[in-house]
T-cell receptor, first 114, second 109 residues
């Protein structure tokens, strides 16, 4: 693994189903982030984690949950998917918290909720 | 509220120079980033400004004026591979990045 990986690459999901998007980084970065990107809008922060064992809510956390059991993994779970959660989801990481740290992005997951 | 404004789309000619502007209103300021995003791909880091002035990195330069809430990204000697979206992001008082919607740059031969 080099950098950040995300799985799956894309997914079509029925409304009401539970879904976990996976994110793994091998850079030993402390901070990790989940964003969604929708056409015409900037990236919006869903949840973040400044270090293993801690998480925080971003701008649009409703309907999503995260966990950070270790440094490398930061899964995002949709408990009961709704069509408004159709989006491209990016996981990112940075050396530490604080906006002076460059964020590195995974390749994204394209999720469609029908 | 917090707001980042960038033009939606710009067109330029191969070999020319283009300037992409970004204005921001945020609760606090902790640096400004520019990222490049090719269609269907992840954003990648281009530049970071925290002090006023110009930062030059090869064909790309980024300028910041904190008093005006303004930045620009200058791309010189444009190449076809520079066709992409350019995202402006500002660190707010909570040390989270607030992102603009991005400027789609179209390069014509």
């Amino acid at each position: 693994i080099a950098g950040i990986t995300q799985a799956p690459t894309s997914q079509i999901l029925a409304a009401g189903r539970r879904m976990t998007l996976r994110c793994t980084q091998d850079m030993r970065h402390n901070a990790m982030y989940w964003y969604r990107q929708d056409l015409g809008l900037g990236l919006r922060l869903i949840h973040y984690s400044n270090t293993a064992g801690t998480t925080g809510k971003g701008e649009v956390p409703d309907g999503y949950s995260v966990s950070r059991a270790n440094t490398d993994d930061f899964p995002l779970t949709l408990a009961s998917a709704v069509p408004s959660q159709t989006s491209v989801y990016f996981c990112a990481s940075s050396e530490g918290q604080g906006t002076h740290n460059e964020q590195f992005f995974g390749p994204g997951t394209r999720l469609t909720v029908l | 509220g917090q707001n980042i404004d960038q033009p939606t789309e710009m067109t330029a000619t191969e070999g020319a120079i283009v300037q992409i502007n970004c204005t921001y209103q945020t609760s606090g300021f902790n640096g400004l980033f520019w990222y490049q995003q090719h269609a269907g791909e992840a954003p990648t880091f281009l530049s970071y400004n925290v002090l006023d002035g110009l930062e030059e990195k090869g064909r790309f330069s980024s300028f910041l004026s904190r008093s005006k809430g303004y930045s620009y990204l200058l791309l010189k000697e444009l190449q076809m591979k520079d066709s992409a979206s350019y995202l402006c992001a500002v660190g707010d008082s909570n040390y989270q990045l607030i992102w603009g919607a991005g400027t789609k740059l179209i390069i014509k031969p």
